[in-house]
């Protein structure tokens, strides 16, 4: 079946610093990529989704210039948390899709900001 | 704008008996999915309905889908600890998935 991976696992940072968190499909080509964040005991909120080669598309209410998401190939996307606070806590999800509709998701990223 | 609702929120059953998880959507969508999730992971992928009437099991689970009534369920048939988790429906979207809240499922022995 399709793997998606995510990198790191787990981070921890200082207030202030930025945090880049890698997605990767491992064995297709994701034509897009989804990125979604869940606090404890809730949902999955979608903060974006980015097509290979072009500018994400940030849901309402999320800060395009605070959550830098980046598809440069057909393999990866990033996320980077800039400047990042206690707020910004959270498990992050990636999940990718090829050519059909199913999503596949990946282990998530649990990010601390102390 | 496409929402998904689940209900109960909140389940607690003993071993060996039977429950249903309801996932109502708002509006036409093309397929529904079911995912389990356990404490600190991610989505497991559990179901894939795509048409009306769609039924599908996998051991004690077993999912179903009404599109006329926007409606899908999850049953479980004889519960047994191992599947205590958080349970997950989602409606897909024009461009996106649509999450319920998630059902939160405990099972005592």
């Known amino acids: 079946g399709a793997v998606v991976s995510q990198h790191p696992s787990r981070v921890i940072c200082k207030s202030g610093t930025s945090v880049k968190i890698e997605c990767r499909s491992l064995?297709?080509?994701?034509?897009?990529m989804f990125w979604y964040r869940q606090f404890p005991k809730k949902s999955l909120m979608l903060m974006a989704t980015s097509n290979e080669g072009s500018k994400a598309t940030y849901e309402q209410g999320v800060e395009k210039d605070k959550f830098l998401i980046n598809h440069a190939s057909l393999t990866l996307s990033t996320l980077t948390v800039t400047s990042a606070h206690p707020e910004d806590s959270s498990f992050y999800i990636c999940s990718a899709k090829g050519g059909g509709e199913t999503q596949y998701f990946g282990p998530g990223t649990r990010l601390l900001v102390l | 704008e496409l929402k998904v609702e689940q209900n109960p929120l909140f389940l607690s059953m003993q071993e060996g008996k039977n429950y249903t998880i309801y996932c109502n959507y708002s509006?036409?969508?093309?397929?529904l999915y079911w995912y389990r999730q356990d404490p600190g992971k991610s989505l497991e992928s559990l179901f894939v309905?795509?048409?009306?009437?769609a039924v599908k099991q996998e051991g004690r689970l077993m999912a179903s889908l009404d599109t006329k009534a926007r409606l899908s369920t999850l049953h479980i048939t004889a519960a047994v600890h191992d599947l205590s988790a958080t349970y997950f429906c989602a409606s897909q979207g024009a461009q996106k998935l649509v999450f319920g809240q998630g059902t939160r499922l405990t099972i005592n022995p």
């Open positions: 309905l795509l048409s009306n009437g």
């Open positions: 064995d297709f080509q994701a034509t897009t």
């Open positions: 509006t036409t969508s093309d397929r």
